[in-house]
Nanobody
Framework: QVQLVESGGGLVQVGGSLRLSCAVS????????MGWFCQAPGKERECVAA????????YYADSVKGRFTISRDNAANTMSLQMNSLKPEDTAVYYC??????????????????WGQGVQVTVSS
């Protein structure tokens, strides 16, 4: 059974930091690209960051560049998102996702087919 379990969400003040983690089981983690998506109320789910299977390629949405850092540990089957300088507009449910992609030609930002249950991030002003 494939499981992606997010943790680390919560309530933080503007300018604060959070670190989200995603623990993955039930699939071969090292051949999957991984992504973090967010969905705010009334908005579509969008990719905020993604990382290739090797960790050699990363993608960041313009809205989070310079503030968020995605990383992965293939030995531990985990992925993280360090979120700094948080803004109220970062408030959303954050999901981790996996996509089979054992090559590094690019980092996918769509077509993910394995999803976690989501974790709430709320940034208060």
């Amino acid at each position: 059974q494939v499981q992606l379990v997010e943790s680390g969400g919560g309530l933080v003040q503007v300018g604060g930091s959070l670190r989200l983690s995603c623990a993955v089981s039930g699939l071969t983690f090292s051949v999957h690209a991984m992504g973090w998506f967010c969905q705010a109320p009334g908005k579509e789910r969008e990719c905020v960051a993604a990382i290739s299977w090797s960790g050699g390629l990363r993608y960041y949405a313009d809205s989070v560049k310079g503030r968020f850092t995605i990383s992965r540990d293939n030995a531990a089957n985990t992925m993280s998102l360090q979120m700094n300088s948080l803004k109220p507009e970062d408030t959303a449910v954050y999901y981790c996702a996996a996509k089979w992609r054992p090559f590094d030609s690019s980092v996918p930002t769509s077509g993910y087919d394995r999803w976690g249950q989501g974790v709430q991030v709320t940034v208060s002003s």
